[in-house]
């Protein structure tokens, strides 16, 4: 979408977590210098990072990066309390919390915001425009606080949305022939390598590909005695002994979808 709908910002939006320090020391001081903030890991996979710095170098224009606070540090503010397929908070402080602060802070306007929901993710497209109240999406949040401490929430205009790839009629065998010969490193799969989103033999399919990432998901079931998902603990996830072997396009979608790139 980058590639080929110009847009005249182009924002990231971080998922930080506080352990699992990202392996190449200077990619790691170069991100913290983009974001203002101390990065020590993330809880998407490690390429996510390399894609951004690799897409800016193919578009050839600038990507802003974000990140508002820690997972573990959302997790901590919440009281324990993880989220789940109910109370899915983490989409909202993670990713859309992040970027409203930057479109507040530095666009006057409502801006119109692409997202890449393609040919045949009609539904998708349908619940969001749902949400709308005039074409455009509302966000309550708090980015102040009274005198006495309590937060300061304001309904904010985040944006008017805008789906390009399923206007065209794009399909994902088409992004994909695109990228083959491009330049640019993509993860295995978009978003939190744990998300309670994926299934179970997923989920086992990342402790596979990600063990490390995968435990801080298991530790905060550990430490917190709540549960991301409410069939299954990551603790028992990571013991399965699945009779079958996933192939790489088996589950290839969230199956929320709401804080991809």
Same mark, same amino acid.
């Given at each position: 979408?980058?590639?080929? +709908?110009?847009?005249? +910002?182009?924002?990231?939006?971080?998922? /930080?977590?506080?352990?699992?320090?990202?392996?190449?020391?200077?990619?790691? /001081?170069?991100? !913290?210098?983009?974001?203002?903030?101390?990065?020590?890991?993330?809880?998407?996979?490690?390429?996510?990072?390399?894609?951004?710095?690799?897409?800016?170098?193919?578009?050839?224009?600038?990507?802003? $990066?974000?990140?508002?606070? *820690?997972?573990?540090?959302?997790?901590?503010?919440?009281?324990?309390?993880?989220?789940?397929?109910?109370?899915? +908070?983490?989409?909202? %402080?993670?990713?859309?919390?992040?970027?409203? &602060? $930057? =479109?507040? *802070?530095?666009?006057?306007? =409502?801006?119109?915001?692409?997202?890449?929901?393609?040919?045949? &993710?009609?539904? /998708?497209?349908?619940?969001?425009? %749902?949400?709308? !109240?005039?074409?455009?999406?509302?966000?309550?949040?708090?980015? !102040?606080?009274?005198?006495?401490?309590?937060?300061? $929430?304001?309904?904010?205009?985040?944006?008017?949305?805008?789906?390009?790839?399923?206007?065209?009629?794009?399909? @994902?065998?088409?992004? !994909?022939?695109?990228?083959?010969?491009?330049? =640019?490193?993509?993860?295995?799969?978009?978003?939190?390598?744990?998300?309670?989103?994926?299934?179970?033999?997923?989920?086992? @399919?990342?402790? #596979? /590909?990600?063990?490390?990432?995968?435990?801080?998901?298991?530790?905060?079931?550990?430490?917190?005695?709540?549960?991301?998902?409410?069939?299954?603990?990551? #603790?028992?996830?990571?013991?399965?002994?699945?009779?079958? %072997?996933?192939? #790489?396009?088996?589950?290839?979608?969230?199956?929320?979808?709401?804080?991809?790139?």
């Amino acid at each position: 979408m980058a590639a080929h +709908y110009a847009a005249d +910002y182009n924002i990231f939006s971080l998922v /930080r977590i506080g352990s699992r320090k990202f392996k190449d020391e200077a990619i790691r /001081r170069m991100v !913290e210098d983009r974001i203002q903030k101390p990065f020590i890991g993330t809880a998407e996979d490690d390429a996510i990072i390399y894609t951004m710095l690799d897409l800016e170098q193919h578009i050839g224009k600038a990507i802003t $990066w974000v990140s508002g606070q *820690t997972f573990d540090e959302i997790i901590e503010a919440k009281g324990g309390y993880i989220p789940n397929k109910i109370a899915r +908070y983490c989409t909202t %402080e993670l990713k859309t919390m992040p970027i409203l &602060e $930057w =479109v507040i *802070t530095n666009i006057d306007s =409502v801006p119109t915001m692409n997202f890449g929901y393609r040919a045949n &993710e009609g539904r /998708r497209v349908s619940k969001m425009l %749902e949400r709308c !109240e005039d074409g455009i999406i509302k966000v309550k949040a708090s980015f !102040e606080k009274h005198q006495d401490g309590r937060n300061k $929430w304001h309904l904010f205009d985040y944006c008017a949305p805008k789906f390009p790839l399923y206007e065209d009629g794009i399909h @994902k065998d088409q992004i !994909e022939s695109y990228w083959q010969d491009k330049p =640019v490193r993509f993860a295995y799969m978009n978003n939190c390598v744990g998300c309670f989103w994926k299934s179970p033999l997923l989920l086992h @399919k990342m402790y #596979e /590909r990600h063990p490390s990432k995968m435990e801080w998901f298991n530790e905060q079931e550990q430490k917190t005695g709540n549960r991301w998902r409410s069939d299954v603990s990551y #603790e028992s996830i990571k013991n399965y002994k699945p009779q079958i %072997e996933l192939f #790489e396009d088996d589950f290839n979608e969230c199956d929320n979808g709401t804080c991809g790139i």
